[in-house]
């Protein structure tokens, strides 16, 4: 209940002048980001469909390998892990991924069910991540050596998503496009402009999206493993929602599964492992208890729901269910 209570008193003591206009500058950044998160987003999505045209790769692929690389995450997790700050570093690896596999996923799935056949041996591997980073939680410190096996094993991973996905039928037979992307004429500057240009402006918007909830949440006192596992992960990957969501909507599933698959290795493998190796920190008991095997379950459900081929509405809605059963166990230890 502290939390609670220094919410209230921080909005009877500052709630005029000063408080306010932050707030409102915070509101509106947050806004204006996520208006420009959609508009990039799209942009980015029809250059991500043409660079797999121009080199004949799936578009799953793309997305992958470009989607999946967030720059913020990993500068927050490292910069926090260099400054001791475990909760934090952890927090962008398990509850970023938790929110991308919960949230992100679930709520896109909601407004947009999502039909894709991955592969199975893609399935098996996303499932298979998250139990690989428990590696670096062996001993109660991230040592470097699971650090350089979590990043040998990206890149193995990038490398067997490439040869697996060549020839894969991601949108079946239905919704398949009439001919081969890569039999029309693309110029191959306009595909990589548009993505050059979505990547761009797509970290502009996050940054926005970034500063208004950080700004509102540093007003406000929260214990450290709900600040870094539940509120800093979700200020962070707000923008996730969105970029699952809108290659959904616009008939894409193929590239919403690549960001979710590409996302989620990169966080747990190459994140951690970056973490690990460059910056190791003291590993707290609760991440071992309840982040991990709380990201290992809901990416195995989410798994078991692809497996099939389709994730629906019901199944958007049973993962949003699970996340907030795992912010208010959050809030509950932390009160």
Known sequence: MEALGAVF???????SGRWCVIAALAVGAFLLGVVIVVWSTE???????????????APFVVAVVLSGLE??????????????????????????????????LGLAAVLFPLRVRLPRGVLLLLAATPVAGGLALIGGVTQRVAGVLLLAGFA???VYLVRACRRHDFLGEETAEPEPTWARPVRWWR???????????????????????ETLIQRFSFPAALMGMVITPAAIEAEEVIRQAVPAQHGRHDVAAGNLVGTVLYFVLFNLGLIALVAPVAVPGRVVVLDWPFLVAVTWL????????????????VLLGLYAGYVTTHVLIST
């Open 9 to 15: 008193r921080a909005r009877r003591a500052g709630c």
């Open 43 to 57: 942009r980015l999505l029809d250059g991500m469909v043409g660079v797999a045209a121009l080199l004949r790769a």
């Open 302 to 317: 989410a798994t078991a729901f692809l497996w099939r081929g389709h994730l629906t509405r019901w199944h958007g809605a």
């Open 156 to 158: 193995a991973s990038m």
């Open 191 to 213: 595909p990589v402009g548009l993505t050059l240009l979505g990547l761009g402006i797509l970290v502009l918007g996050a940054e926005l999206i970034n500063y208004g909830t």
């Open 71 to 104: 720059a913020e995450n990993v500068a927050v997790g490292v910069v926090a892990a260099r400054s001791g700050n475990a909760e934090v570093a952890l927090g962008t690896v398990f509850g970023g991924s938790s929110f991308l596999v919960c949230v992100a």
